[in-house]
């Protein structure tokens, strides 16, 4: 059993679309980050959520870490396709930000 | 440019083979860790370092060896290659506020 589930796994739209993705699990963590990584290379940080509730914007991506701190999704409005890539959120299983767990991951192509 | 430098960026191996994956950091950071990337599995801990002479394992760690002498440094071995051991490696290190990952090894083992 993961410890952290992503959906959906593929994801296909169409430039100027709007998607979200989803990071779910039953157990409670200290945070989450969100990753993405682009063919051949390795994955880039690109947000941390800390709080229960917590939004973040990273320009055209939204980021929410649930209340009871056991999910996460994010949020791209009108995608482009320098969004598509291979998201990946983690989290610290013990509490250890240092220590990371990562899901399956998000492949989103987005087409012109 | 500061980061994490792997190398080599591909290798095949035969059954057997042994090798050195190499990884260097020069932001002085103290935690290092190697990961395993395969299809639909997402990334795997394989051993990690929380400063030099330190090394611990993670969650994958048969078939691997590795040794922290700097804070710079942190190679993974592979002391006889497996053909499951065919995967995309990659580096990472960390400060404690999110990780730097290095551009990976794609290893085949023939």
């Known amino acids: 059993t993961q410890l952290l589930e992503q959906s959906p796994q593929f994801l296909s739209i169409q430039e100027g679309e709007n998607l979200t993705v989803y990071c779910n699990s039953s157990s409670v963590f200290s945070s989450l980050q969100w990753y993405r990584q682009e063919p051949g290379e390795g994955p880039v940080l690109l947000v941390t959520v800390v709080t229960g509730g917590e939004v973040k914007k990273l320009k055209r991506l939204t980021f929410q870490f649930g209340d009871a701190r056991k999910d996460s999704s994010l949020h791209i409005t009108a995608a482009q396709p320098g969004d598509t890539g291979l998201y990946l959120c983690a989290v610290p299983p013990g509490g250890s930000a240092r220590q990371l767990t990562f899901g399956s991951g998000t492949q989103l192509t987005v087409l012109p | 440019n500061a980061g994490v430098t792997q190398t080599p960026k591909f290798q095949v191996l035969k059954t057997g083979q042994s090798m050195t994956l190499q990884c260097a950091q020069d932001?002085?950071?103290?935690?290092m860790s190697w990961y395993r990337q395969d299809p639909g599995m997402g990334l795997r801990l394989i051993h990690y370092?929380?400063?030099?002479?330190?090394?611990d394992q993670g969650e994958v760690p048969n078939g691997y060896n590795v040794s922290r002498s700097t804070t710079e440094d942190f190679p993974l071995r592979l002391l006889s290659a497996a053909p499951s051991q065919t995967s995309v490696y990659f580096c990472?290190?960390?400060?404690?506020?999110?990780?730097?990952f290095g551009s990976g090894t794609r290893l085949t083992v023939v």
């Open positions: 990472a290190s960390t400060a404690g506020a999110g990780y730097t």
């Open positions: 932001m002085n950071h103290e935690y």
């Open positions: 370092s929380v400063g030099a002479g330190i090394t």
